[in-house]
């Protein structure tokens, strides 16, 4: 039974409602976990330990990663009671590809890690990135899940208001932090990255809220209020993103815009939402350039990274720097991958090679793509980048009757998508886009 799109016409049970009322929860538990771990740390700073720095971040994604799980499995169960009603019967259920890739994939990696061995990274995790076997598998059977099962339109959107509305906060918080007096609750972060330990992870979060909120206000219809929140946190975010400095999202944004207003343009065909996908468009480029005025470019990125691709075209010794270091990455973890191409390594299992390759400055591959294939070996790499092209490829046939929240998410989906190819998954941003490609995914789901 295919899941109608219009929540008074769904025929959902009141037990059905109250299941996705406990998804939401869950999943807004997520989508506020940089603000909760924000006023976490203004109450209660983290105290120094004679092992470094107390971290409770870990310890706040773990309650809400358990709390995902429980729901997952829940829901799984009655998925599974479902289809096998559905064979008795004598009905044979419809598969929902991406969902089936994904579970196959998690299957993949288990079996990985038997053959590399469990070991005590790949139960709990390294001490910085804090991502287990169990984290890698709920990203693709726990969050991704809950956000394709997420089918109120109310839920969806109200998720993405929150979504927002912790962003914008945060943003201002930033941007008062870095125009007046660093606040203390920022302290321990590496540039301008919020909460999060690093400012490439907030590049990462930053991407997807600037696209969702590009997206929902060209396509929210009659909302004002909606495409005025989404205003002030497109200009906000895009003013943070040029002073964050991650490059990598940067360009991530640029090409999602580019490829948002092509699907409205050429998908959707819709007058109204054009028009408000050229006032991004120009939004973002009067950003920009005003940035640039007030000596915030990213014009020495662009010249370096023209530099960097000439470097790598002519085989020269400098390539190896490129991309801040990611090109030497890169080519030494193809070489790993090349050492064992089927289950790879288990998790962070190159993490002492990468080490001495790059004399202790890194120990991942900077690219989610070979982090898939040098961890769980090449079929995982393929079935990871098959689920992706069968959720955003399947969009295309859809895009002019898609809803906004869908469109948001597709849109966003391919930000991050783009900005994974010179990033690294994170236990507390990489959630964010399962949920978000989830989403993407509601009118192909058809079993409840």
Known sequence: MKVDSADN???????EQYLEILVFFVLCLF????????????????????????????????IINVL?????????????????????????PKVFLPLAVFGALALWIYISQTVNGFTEIAYVGDNYRSESLFTFILYLIGYFFLGVVLQSDRLRKALCIVFLGTNLIIGILV???????????????????????????????????????AALFIAAGEQVWLRVLCAVVFVTDNVILILNNTFG??????????????????????????????????????????????????????????????????????????????????????????????FGWGVDGIEEQLRAGTNGMNDRPHNEYLQWS????????????????FVMFGMFPRIRKTDSVS?????????????????????????????????????RFYAK
């Open 9 to 15: 016409k769904t025929g959902r049970t009141g037990k």
């Open 31 to 62: 989508m506020i976990s940089p603000l909760v771990q924000t006023v976490r740390e203004f109450i209660a700073p983290h105290k120094e330990t004679p092992f470094g720095p107390l971290r409770t971040y870990p310890n706040t994604i773990g």
């Open 68 to 92: 995902a799980a429980i729901v997952a499995i829940l829901l799984w169960g009655l998925l599974l009671l479902h289809v096998k009603r559905e064979w008795q019967q004598g009905r044979k």
């Open 175 to 213: 941007l008062i932090g870095y125009f007046t007096s660093p606040l203390e609750v920022f302290s321990d972060s590496e540039g301008v990255a919020a909460i999060f330990h690093q400012f490439n992870h907030y590049g990462y979060y930053l991407v997807l809220a600037i696209l969702v909120s």
């Open 249 to 342: 999202c940067y360009l991530a944004v640029i090409a999602a815009l580019v490829f948002g207003t092509a699907v409205v343009i050429i998908g959707r065909r819709n007058r109204g939402e054009i028009i408000r996908a050229l006032i991004v468009c120009g939004a973002f480029v009067v950003i920009t350039v005003s940035m640039h005025l007030f000596n915030h470019s990213a014009a020495k990125d662009v010249t370096k990274l023209v530099d960097d691709i000439g470097n790598i075209a002519a085989d020269d010794e400098k390539a190896k720097n490129a991309g801040t270091g990611r090109w030497l990455l890169w080519t030494l973890t193809v070489d790993h991958i090349k050492e064992r191409p089927v």
């Open 374 to 389: 040098v961890f769980f070996g090449i079929p995982a790499g393929l079935l990871y980048f098959a689920g992706l092209c």
């Open 407 to 443: 469109l948001a998410c597709f849109i966003a989906s391919a930000g991050y998508i783009a900005s994974s190819f010179v990033g690294n998954t994170m236990y507390y941003t990489a959630p964010f886009f399962f949920i978000i490609l989830g989403m993407v995914c509601r009118d």
